[in-house]
């Protein structure tokens, strides 16, 4: 079915997104040294673990480091303009705080982005993905400690030099906002949560926001035909009811949000943060030169959308959203995914507005997708398959509202959707919970044989891309 009416941009990125840490594997292959995933079986909320143990199924992930030739070949089938992965940090410096790279790390990722440039596919980097070196974590107690900004500048350095003839876009922080529920997996807080006080939590958040800009700055310097940007996880947030109290729980929620792209945008803090701070006793230390760093704003926004949720002021019905990963409760207007994550694909319009409307900046859409549980069957063909049309609708209903939003004017670069092979999911450490429209066969007691099968949807998502949406 062909619908003329949606104008996707010529040159719209359309692709696929994946982490190093829920894909490769090969933990301790190459010279790796351990990273804070190594020792989280149970997700990034979960309890972690003293040594990497057998039931963490992200230490053989989907085995990329060895098959992602194979990979990127059926990338390449579907038509994929760009390929979002991260760059495991403690590959290239296993411990974070050593002075020389690890040469055969710096290797892998050269074969990986030269596999995907030979069929044309831009490499989208991130630096940093839920994935701090462990050492780092457990010696400098991660983002806490001031020294991280120049490790992670070193490290940032290293690979700009090295790719900069192969990889044009990069993000600095995955979801650098998730710091604030899940700080021992996105800032590498070695402290435990109930522990960690405010004070440290938002100082770990400055070296980030300064170590974020001094990262844009050395990209601009080392490779100036390359774009940077941040990467935040959005959750468009709506008011329970139109009582003014929870429009205003809606308005807070939100700064505390906003907040990380406004640092990234306009490079200094905002008035409403200075007043959370000054009510909250909180005394950022900066160093010399910090304004002045945060002054190297980002070339675009992009962001990660998976779901809206409601905010209210009365405390009561606040108890129905405890254990969500940013808080919030339920829509009653949505349905949820077996997960429980609500599906609002207007809400994804919705935020694509209010971030164009705030920043007047190029927005990236890098995650997006439905977490299910997928049956493999043999199909008509005599090939094994899975009928994931739940998947292809959420999808589908998702990039129209994104066309809409290219409507209402607003510039979207691309679209890479999470998970393009299924890999291990972030929050529940499981393959169960998968994304792909490309099924690996592994599973959460271990077995598997990790071959890989087209599901239906990776038909779908190759003529939504060789029609650039027409076909939606
Ligand atoms: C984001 C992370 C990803 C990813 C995705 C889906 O928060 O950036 O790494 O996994 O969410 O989440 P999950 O895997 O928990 O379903």
């Not at 906002?177 to 938002?202: C, H, R, V, W």
């Not at 007691?445 to 779908?460: A, I, V």
Request: proline letters at 4%; hydrophobic letters at 35%; charged letters at 25%.
């Amino acid at each position: 079915m062909s619908n003329a009416q949606f104008n996707f941009p010529e040159n719209f990125l359309w692709g696929g997104a994946i982490a190093a840490n829920q894909a490769e594997g090969a933990y301790n292959e190459g010279g790796k040294g351990l990273s804070t995933q190594d020792v989280a079986p149970r997700g990034i909320m979960g309890p972690i673990t003293e040594e990497p143990t057998e039931d963490n199924m992200k230490l053989i992930g989907i085995d990329l480091y060895h098959r992602y030739k194979e990979d990127v070949k059926l990338f390449a089938e579907m038509g994929f303009k760009v390929f979002r992965t991260s760059i495991a940090w403690s590959r290239i410096f296993p411990k974070g705080d050593e002075l020389e790279p690890n040469e055969e790390g710096l290797q892998f990722y050269d074969d990986l982005f030269d596999e995907c440039l030979k069929y044309g596919i831009e490499p989208l980097v991130t630096l940093s993905h839920y994935e701090t070196p462990l050492h780092l974590s457990k010696e400098y107690d991660g983002w806490v400690n001031r020294k991280m900004v120049g490790f992670y500048e070193r490290y940032a350095t290293t690979v700009f030099k090295r790719y900069k003839n192969k990889v044009k876009y990069w993000l600095t922080f995955n979801e650098i906002n998730s710091i604030l529920e899940a700080p021992f997996m996105s800032g590498g807080i070695y402290t435990p949560k109930e522990k960690l006080s405010k004070q440290d939590l938002f100082q770990a958040i400055h070296h980030e926001l300064v170590a974020s800009a001094s990262a844009v700055k050395l990209c601009h310097e080392i490779i100036p035909s390359a774009q940077i940007g941040c990467m935040i996880l959005s959750m468009p947030t709506y008011p329970l009811t139109p009582n003014p109290d929870d429009m205003i729980k809606v308005m807070e929620f939100e700064h505390s949000n906003y907040f990380f792209g406004d640092v990234h945008v306009r490079g200094r803090y905002p008035g409403y943060m200075k007043r959370y701070f000054r009510e909250q006793g909180i005394e950022i230390k900066m160093e010399a030169g910090d304004e002045e760093m945060l002054l190297n704003t980002v070339d675009f926004i992009s962001f990660s959308y998976y779901m809206s949720i409601c905010q209210t002021a009365d405390p009561e019905k606040q108890k129905a959203g405890e254990g969500n990963l940013l808080g919030g409760v339920p829509n009653p207007y949505l349905a949820a995914s077996e997960w429980g994550w609500q599906i609002d694909p207007q809400g994804l319009r919705y935020v694509l507005n209010m971030f164009y409307d705030r920043y007047q900046k190029p927005l990236f859409i890098v995650e997006n997708g439905l977490g299910a549980v997928d049956e493999l069957i043999t199909g008509a063909d005599g090939e094994k398959t899975v009928e994931d049309d739940y998947r292809i609708e959420y999808l589908n209903d998702h990039l129209v509202q994104v066309a809409e939003a290219i409507e209402d004017g607003v510039e979207v670069m691309g679209y890479t959707s999470w998970g393009c092979i299924d890999v291990v999911s972030a929050s529940s450490a499981q393959l169960k919970k998968r994304y792909g429209y490309i099924y690996v066969d592994r599973h959460d007691d271990g077995s598997g044989t990790l071959e890989r099968y087209r599901k239906k949807s990776f038909h779908w998502y190759k003529d939504i891309i060789s029609t650039n949406g027409k076909s939606l």
